[in-house]
């Protein structure tokens, strides 16, 4: 299961939720019809009826979700895809987040310095959070020069960073 979305608040009267986008592609997983698991399970699942978006949000509907009241108790829940319905991607140097966490991360000599354990989409670059194996997390932009080889397949990336990235 992947996040691609958390719920804010309602917007106006008639049910219409603000949703922070956790996705690439929020035209796909927000198309009228999606099917969209929630975590907690017990607030959906929530087919989308319209979304719109809206000052860096989405607006979006929800069969079901009529109004005010009832979007009021969605707020906070996340929206999720099962990974099993994600295609991959079609460029061998773009991955998926779910693909990526809980690789090993390890140094060019093969030395492991943790395990990558979120990433974070920022609007410089996208960010590994990697759990050192001394127990403090590191954030390593993920770019070519600090990243150069993901290899999914074994479990790993190999990391490169420039000295003093982990001591902050």
């Known amino acids: 299961m992947v996040v691609v979305g958390r719920v804010g608040r309602p917007h106006g009267i ?13 035209e796909a997983r927000f198309a009228a019809g999606s099917v969209l698991i929630t975590d907690p399970a017990a607030a959906g699942p929530l087919t989308v009826n319209s ?24 707020r906070g829940v996340l929206l999720c895809v099962d990974t099993a319905d994600l295609p991959d991607p079609e460029d061998p ?10 690789l090993a991360a390890v140094d060019d000599l093969g030395v492991e310095l943790g395990k990558v354990v979120r990433v974070e989409h920022a ?19 993920f770019v070519k020069a600090i990243v150069p080889e993901v290899d ?7 990391l490169t960073p ?6 902050l």
């Open 14 to 26: 008639r049910g219409e939720l603000s949703v922070e986008p956790r996705t690439d592609e929020p």
């Open 51 to 74: 979304m719109r978006p809206h000052k860096g949000w989405l607006l979006v509907t929800f069969e079901g979700i009529a109004d005010r009241t009832i979007a009021e108790g969605l």
């Open 93 to 102: 140097d773009e991955f998926l987040d779910h693909q990526l966490v809980g």
């Open 123 to 141: 609007p410089a670059s996208d960010l590994l959070h990697v759990r050192l194996t001394g127990g403090k997390t590191a954030l390593v932009p």
């Open 152 to 158: 999914v397949a074994a479990g790993r990336v190999v």
């Open 162 to 167: 420039p000295d003093g990235l982990f001591d």
